[in-house]
């Protein structure tokens, strides 16, 4: 996406010229672009947002408000909990599946204790210890606990004459075949303390990885074949899986699932296209992190941003910067590091980077630059850059509209 990113710079800092960074916002213009991008791309399809993504309740029941938007993956069941409860005069989000698995016995035993609660909120698993646990938990109460089974969706190819097929793909669930997840099925419908009502597939392979990384032809190449593949792949055993499991609930129960979930940001058009699909889930996307910026087929606007000082000057072309280190999940390496987006023409160093306390800057913009003027950074995942301020400034245009807390400004820390 291009911009001018003079006047955008200019927008912010006139914005926020009263506020002293360290500070991060929302610009509103750009985050209600890429919901509305969001909804197109699905098609139709009910979105499901992923609260981990985001982190910041105003956020979350902003999307909600709008059609297409429903439900939210959480990420454990704390949080699924303080969710779905009456909160701070917040009301309570009564669709919550929680994208993992708990073992948490705690926020299990009160999460069976509300009837309430548990008809809002759904758990995630994959393996007979679960419903042990889940069964322990409810021991001595009523308790029918909703629950969703992640299918293993990554790509395993298998070459003729090759031993074990690769595992491309994030390492989730151990269900991959139609056979385990019929078997894991069954158990479940057998269970008195849990009620199957779905069933989870998400390609880590083809959302959540960039097919079209910046100087990288080759690996852009590698990776749209490699995408291409697995989407053929999923795209026979997705609606296998479906029918069969309905045809077990149709059986025993005379029931069927209440929803099949797929997909991410990136990978919305393909999982919204498949029939077997009710919904698929965006989280990122909304405010759209650095790791977006290299998939050919969307193009998000940076909704999130935070602001530092500058607080040196070492040379000529060189800025320093109070603090700057928030370093995203994943595996290590420049790709989960924030990037200085304005003014453009700024660089990390590549002997400090992100710094705890200071992070140095080159480039030609730096001479621009004098002792406390502000950089622009984005985060890699946004999300969790939530963890790192108290609130969120929403701009609009060249105005703060409004202040709206993180998890952490809530006293909120789930992970």
């Known amino acids: 996406m291009t911009w001018d990113s003079h006047a955008l710079a200019g927008r912010l800092n006139s914005a926020t010229r009263d506020v002293e960074p360290p500070f ?11 919901r509305r991008d969001i909804a197109r791309r699905a098609s139709g399809t009910r979105v499901r947002v992923a609260s981990k993504s985001l982190r910041t309740r105003w956020a979350i029941n ?6 297409q938007f429903a439900g939210v993956l959480g990420f454990t069941l704390p949080e699924a909990l303080w969710l779905a409860s009456d909160s701070g005069g917040v009301a309570p989000i009564d669709d919550v599946v929680v994208g993992y698995p708990t073992v948490d016995r705690q926020a299990m035993r009160r999460l069976c204790a509300d009837p309430e609660l548990a008809s809002r909120i759904t758990l995630m698993i994959d393996d007979v210890a679960h419903l042990e646990l889940i069964g322990e938990a409810a021991r001595g109460t009523d308790a029918v606990i909703r629950v969703c089974i992640d299918v293993d969706s990554s790509w395993r190819p298998r070459t003729p004459g090759k031993g074990r097929a690769p595992h491309i793909g994030a ?13 894991f099925a069954a158990r479940v419908v057998e269970s008195q303390q849990a009620n199957l009502v779905g069933l989870m597939f998400y390609e880590a392979q083809i959302a959540g990885l960039g097919n079209q990384p910046p100087r990288h032809a080759v690996r852009a190449r590698a990776i749209s074949a490699m995408q291409s593949g697995s989407k053929r792949e999923l795209a026979r055993r997705r609606p296998r899986i479906v029918a069969a499991v309905n045809n077990i609930l149709k059986d025993r129960q005379g029931t069927s699932l209440e929803f099949v979930n797929a997909g991410g940001t990136g990978s919305l058009e393909f999982s919204a296209a498949d029939p077997s699909v009710t ?19 969307f193009q998000p606007a940076p909704a999130a941003a935070f602001a530092l ?5 070492p040379n000529a072309d060189t800025v320093t910067v109070l603090g700057g280190g928030y370093v995203a999940s994943g595996i290590a ?36 630059l004098a002792l406390g003027d502000r950089v622009w950074f984005r985060h890699a ?3 969790e850059l939530a963890e790192r301020f108290e609130e969120f400034l929403l701009v609009r245009g060249s105005e703060i509209v409004d202040r709206v807390p993180t998890y ?6 789930f992970l």
């Open 24 to 34: 991060a916002i929302i610009d509103l213009g750009s985050f209600d672009a890429n």
């Open 62 to 67: 902003e999307v909600l408000r709008h059609a």
């Open 171 to 183: 390492q989730r669930s151990p269900l991959h075949t139609e056979e385990d997840v019929l078997g």
């Open 279 to 297: 919904e698929v889930t965006a989280g990122s996307g909304f405010f759209a992190p650095t790791l977006f910026d290299s998939y050919r087929h």
């Open 309 to 313: 000082p500058v607080v040196r000057r």
């Open 333 to 368: 390496d420049i790709s989960r590091l924030p990037t200085p987006w304005l003014p453009e023409g700024l660089t990390l160093d590549s002997q400090e980077g992100a710094g705890e306390v200071q992070t140095p800057l080159h480039g030609a913009a730096a001479g621009g």
């Open 381 to 383: 995942k946004t999300g």
């Open 408 to 413: 952490r400004g809530e006293g909120k820390t």
